[in-house]
């Protein structure tokens, strides 16, 4: 970094040529920072799902032990946490340099994540056809925004995936490529974490 | 999806011819937009400058020049929020006592109610997000790159698309008021009266999707920032030497990137509770009407100190300029920043005091509140201490620096008052908070118009009048001690805010007070658009070298005035917190780089403008529930996002050779500057005027 950073000319102390920054570097904390504004929606939506999760704003509704099945939330975390899994082997087969490995893993961590996502919606329609709806009572709001919320999250990194997947298979790894699989892997583990945070607070709350 | 009142057809939703007004106020205004609208077209068609502004500005990703035109849109936003304060304090003159007469189809005055609400609603909206927000962002885009040594952001083609996305904020609000109209609920947009049953038509969506919309650039925008600050530093500008304008947009974009998402969340909510009919802020069915106050006002809080830091940096930016000595308690300064953007986040509920959260709650954001003075008193005393005994000069900039220094003391002072909750039960919703907010806000206004008469130069190459800077200044801070003295006044002999009509004849002297404050304002914009008008027209006269002002001290003033694309040929090494008072002591601020080498850039992309474009069709068709547009548009910016990822050729290379003979240029005509400089017997802006402390 200070190859002309010499006193020796007295000037050439004053600039610094081949000055560059690290582009992958940057564009990760630039993702870290938007995760962290994500971060703060959820807080925000926890919030109100807190305030909004009481018996009274259910005005005689549903509440939460009629809204959750316990054992589907249970495959769902199994299938997002398998897909965290292979979205790892990604990363491996990213560090060997393997285009095929990190098209097959892609692929993986996609199915495990639709998966994911079609429980979710094969549990919301199941509350639709009994009558069900966000309209129904501030509870039922509350609720559905935030599970919702972290399911459209879901199924956009879903669509994220597929992205990569044509693209590396179309310009290979790239510094452009790279750095947004890198990026990914934050998105899609940021996601797990939520969803944890929500089997705790919303399904494990509800089977109490 | 809820059904709405009124006719709806699945093409145009619920636009009708219906929707245009038929006020003769907003008539004239519609008048006056569109014959300015078709003398731009005209200047741009005849002058055959179409091609120069797609090229140069529409698709631009340089920072200076992104930053020019958020802060073009504010200032054209600033006149229109201007303008309906100028409606506001007419109204409440003419609308005064029992026999207060009547024009226009009103009872008093010339302002209906429900007109009166959209205007001070659309006042509050407009200075608060699309007036000092975008100013306050441009000027930190403008600066902050240069002041670290930078290329450009770290993120060129993201802050495009916030620009973008601001704009369409911007133009959903002038959109308003010429189809449909506008939100009548505060700029807070109060629950319930929000929500579809006691708002049913398209006012509250206009306002919140204006706001949505334009907060999501603000939101990329503070990512960018602060990647920027942290990753994008020339070598030497180590946490020690950073600007503190620098510091205080870091802090100021911490504060953005973790409350505007909360804002998202309050109007998100608000959103689905008037399209989905769910129950989040109604009365009734379980709703809580007060979630949407906290959520508000957890992002409303930190968004007044979002507006404010800033602010505070450009004045520690000016007023050592002007005093030619270094800032006093640069750490403290910085430590105050950050303590200030701390403290934001806990005293967001002094915003209603009144709601009877408890003694309790209470205490706890009243004494939060409260320590805020203590940051905020630190920073008062280091501009005294850097005035104090420094060779001051009174240019434009240094005075606007001080007017802001004492809108600060009585702001500061007023609201101390305001943040004991005794106090805040006798004078909530009076106009004396009013008043209070008005006087912090005006820190901000002169902060931003300092440094907007500091850093012109800097992008322009040439300085504004001086004379006609003056004025502005005088008329406008007449207009202002005019308008807030007797606004705290009638606030505390029981005046309270958002009235269309005053019972009390007794107010009624400090109502023509305030509007002889009001007309002094209109006389500073008149001396406002002269000066910009006299500067242009006087441009070579006024030309620069690259510390416009013989004292400067940071970064910026090292690059050539104007600064070219690519900002600095070289990167500069940092030695020191005040670099070019450094290099002026060693003698050395006038050399230049002897070697130049390729610069990559990032080319120009029309992609954040197309997005922009598909935004403003998705907000549009929110607003009016034309719901093919809405699905068409929200594809539309998936797939560009998507096709956008696919461009491999972002960035092109400016070959050395190039550089050189650009530098070459700016060289030369930096001579030229200092020989007319010189021969015109004005201060020669080469000359060193201090040795390196």
């Known amino acids: 970094m200070t190859a002309s950073g010499g006193m020796e000319s007295g000037q050439s102390a004053l600039w610094e040529p081949h000055y560059h920054h690290d582009v992958i570097a940057t564009r990760t904390l630039g993702f870290w920072l938007y995760m962290l504004s994500d971060a703060m929606i959820f807080a925000g939506l926890f919030a109100a799902y807190g305030v909004l999760s009481h018996t009274y704003n259910a005005a005689g509704g549903p509440v939460l032990h009629a809204l959750v099945h316990p054992w589907t939330a249970y495959a769902e975390t199994l299938s997002v946490f398998a897909s965290v899994l292979a979205y790892g082997g990604v990363m491996v087969a990213l560090k060997r340099g393997s285009r095929e490995g990190v098209l097959a893993g892609l692929v993986a961590a996609f199915l495990l994540g639709a998966l994911f996502v079609g429980l979710e919606v094969h549990e919301f329609a199941a509350l639709f056809r009994m009558g069900i709806y966000p309209e129904g009572s501030g509870y039922l709001s509350a609720f559905f925004a935030l599970v919702m919320t972290h399911g459209i999250h879901m199924a956009f990194g879903l669509l994220w995936m597929a992205t990569m997947f044509f693209q590396v298979a179309a310009q290979g790894l790239t510094d452009k490529t790279v750095y947004r699989l890198l990026n990914l892997k934050l998105f899609w583990h940021f996601q797990a974490i939520l969803w944890v945070l929500v089997y705790t607070f919303v399904d494990m709350r509800g089977v109490l | ?693």
């Open chain 2, 1 to 693: 999806m809820v059904n709405v009142q009124g006719p709806w057809s699945p093409i145009f939703g619920r636009l009708s011819l219906g929707a245009i007004p038929d006020n003769p106020i907003i008539a004239g205004a519609f008048i006056f937009s569109v014959v300015l609208g078709i003398l731009v077209l005209a200047y741009l068609t005849y002058a055959d400058r179409w091609g120069y502004l797609w090229r140069e500005w529409l698709t631009t990703v340089d920072h200076k020049k992104i930053g020019v035109m958020y802060i073009i849109i504010g200032l054209v936003m600033l006149f229109r929020g201007f303008i309906d304060a100028l409606m506001m304090r007419t109204q409440q003159v003419l609308a005064d006592g029992a026999h207060s007469p009547g024009f226009l189809g009103a009872a008093h005055g010339y302002l209906v109610p429900y007109h009166f609400d959209q205007i001070y609603s659309a006042h509050g909206t407009i200075m608060i997000l699309f007036a000092a927000t975008p100013i306050l962002v441009g000027l930190m885009n403008v600066v902050v790159p240069l002041q670290i040594g930078a290329r450009d952001m770290a993120f060129p083609y993201l802050n495009a698309l916030g620009l973008w996305l601001t704009a369409v904020g911007a133009a959903l609000i002038m959109l308003s008021l010429f189809l449909g109209d506008f939100s009548h609920a505060g700029w807070v947009g109060l629950t319930p009266l929000t929500e579809l049953a006691y708002s049913p038509g398209v006012g509250t969506d206009y306002w919140m999707w204006a706001i949505q919309i334009s907060s999501v650039g603000t939101t990329l925008g503070a990512a960018n920032l602060i990647a920027t600050i942290i990753k994008m530093r020339a070598p030497g500008m180590t946490w020690g030497r950073l600007p503190i304008f620098t510091w205080t947009a870091l802090s100021t974009n911490i504060i953005a990137l973790t409350s505007f998402p909360l804002l998202g969340v309050a109007l998100g909510l608000l959103g689905l509770d008037r399209y989905f009919g769910t129950h989040f802020f109604t009365a009734g069915m379980g709703g809580n009407l007060m979630l949407y106050s906290d959520l508000f006002w957890m992002w409303g809080h930190p968004e007044v100190y979002f507006v404010i830091l800033p602010a505070f940096g450009m004045m520690s930016e000016i007023i050592p300029t002007f005093s030619e000595k270094p800032l006093f308690g640069y750490v403290t300064m910085v430590a105050a920043s950050f303590a200030i953007a701390g403290v934001s986040w806990s005293v967001w509920l002094h915003h209603f005091f009144t709601m009877g959260a408890g003694p309790r709650v209470n205490t706890f954001f009243s004494i939060a509140t409260m320590v805020v003075g203590i940051p905020t008193g630190v920073k008062v005393f280091n501009w005294a201490f850097t005035i104090y005994r420094g060779r001051s000069r009174f240019e434009t900039p240094m005075m606007w620096a001080i007017g802001a220094l004492f809108m600060l003391l009585v702001g500061g002072l007023t609201g101390m008052m305001l943040a004991m909750p005794p106090v805040n039960y006798s004078v909530h919703n009076s106009v004396f908070v009013v008043a209070h907010f008005h006087t912090m806000l005006m820190v901000v206004v002169y902060g931003i118009l300092g440094a907007v008469t500091y850093w012109f130069p800097k992008v322009f190459g040439f300085r504004l009048n001086e004379p006609l800077g003056k004025r502005f200044f005088w008329t406008f801070t007449i207009g202002t001690i005019m308008v807030f003295i007797p606004m705290y006044t009638s606030g505390f002999m029981g005046m309270t805010r958002r009235l269309d009509y005053l019972t009390n004849p007794a107010l009624f002297p400090f109502e023509v007070a305030e509007e002889l404050g009001i007309g002094f304002y209109l006389v500073s914009v008149y001396y406002f658009v002269r000066q910009l008008y006299v500067s242009l027209r006087d441009r070579n006269a006024n030309r620069v070298g690259a510390d416009a002002w013989g004292s400067a001290r940071t970064l910026e003033w090292l690059a050539p005035s104007p600064v070219p694309f690519y900002n600095f040929a070289v990167t500069p090494r940092v030695h020191a917190r005040d670099e070019l008072v450094w290099r002026r002591g060693q003698g050395l601020d006038g050399v230049a780089p002897t070697h130049y080498e390729d610069i990559p850039m990032p080319r120009n992309t029309s992609v954040p403008l197309v997005i922009g474009a598909f935004a403003l069709g998705l907000g549009f068709g929110l607003v009016w529930r034309i719901w093919w547009l809405t699905d068409a548009s929200f594809i539309a910016i998936i797939l560009t996002v998507i096709a956008r990822s696919f461009v491999r050729d972002t960035d092109y290379v400016v070959k050395a050779g190039e550089v050189e003979r650009i530098e070459k240029n700016l060289r030369q005509r930096a001579a030229e500057v200092a020989r007319a400089g010189a021969a015109a017997g004005g201060i020669d802006v080469l000359r060193p005027r201090e040795s390196s402390p």
